[in-house]
């Protein structure tokens, strides 16, 4: 069954700074790779997904994040980190593995701090 | 457009009572969704209805039912609350349910049962 582990449950960060939130999943097939962000108080949105082509994918608000078949991982990053990019990231995937339903990660609580 | 809409989006209720969470959409989609969300645990399914007329269980049914009304609305029901349902409820839409579209979400119900 597949599966996906973000591996940091809170990230703390200096305002400015780089982050990268890490993302790892278990599939034998070919997968398609999503992440959400949850500001606080809210409904989840898409950030950005991978469906094929360019493994790197570009989302809203700089975030973008790479998808490495043979680590299986598809890890988001942001060069420089503001305030209000304070929320919650989940991780999710798709593919025959899931019968095509999204499985999700635990969620990685990012804390900018100024 | 509102989106999607969720009421309430508070609740307290005892244990054995019933309750029933709303959603709605003004977006036109097929696909709907009822997930759960509890601390690091991320999203779990417990609905799910492809299109209008048809409803289909997720991973975690038990003690839930559904009812998609019409194209808008699809509707959760606690017909015995206990204290494990406390959690988070989100309603999420899908133009058509296909592993690689992106799912919108409601603001959420806090459900708390006593």
């Known amino acids: 069954a597949q599966s996906v582990t973000q591996l940091d449950s809170q990230v703390p960060v200096f305002e400015e700074a780089p982050v990268e939130l890490r993302c790892n999943y278990s599939s034998s097939v070919s997968v398609y790779l999503f992440w959400y962000v949850q500001y606080p108080n809210q409904g989840l949105q898409l950030l950005l997904k991978y469906l094929s082509g360019s493994t790197l994918v570009k989302g809203i608000n700089g975030f973008e994040a790479e998808f490495n078949k043979s680590q299986t991982s598809f890890h988001l990053r942001k060069p420089s980190v503001h305030i209000s990019d304070t929320a919650e990231y989940f991780c999710?995937?798709?593919?025959?593995?899931?019968?095509?339903?999204?499985?999700w990660g635990a969620g990685t609580k990012l804390i900018i701090k100024p | 457009n509102a989106g999607v809409t969720q009421t309430p989006k508070f609740q307290v209720l005892k244990t054995g009572q019933s309750m029933t969470l709303q959603c709605a959409q003004d977006m036109n989609h097929n696909s709907m969704y009822w997930y759960r969300q509890d601390p690091g645990m991320g999203l779990r399914l417990i609905y799910y209805?492809?299109?209008?007329?048809?409803?289909d269980k997720g991973e975690v049914p038990n003690g839930y039912n559904v009812s998609r009304l019409n194209k808008r609305e699809f509707s959760l029901r606690l017909e015995s609350a206990a204290p494990s349902q406390t959690s988070v409820y989100f309603c999420a839409t899908e133009g058509i349910r296909a592993p690689q579209e992106t799912q919108y979400f409601g603001p959420g119900t806090r459900l708390l049962v006593l």
């Open positions: 209805s492809a299109s209008e007329g048809t409803t």
């Open positions: 999710a995937v798709s593919g025959r593995d899931s019968n095509y339903q999204l499985i």
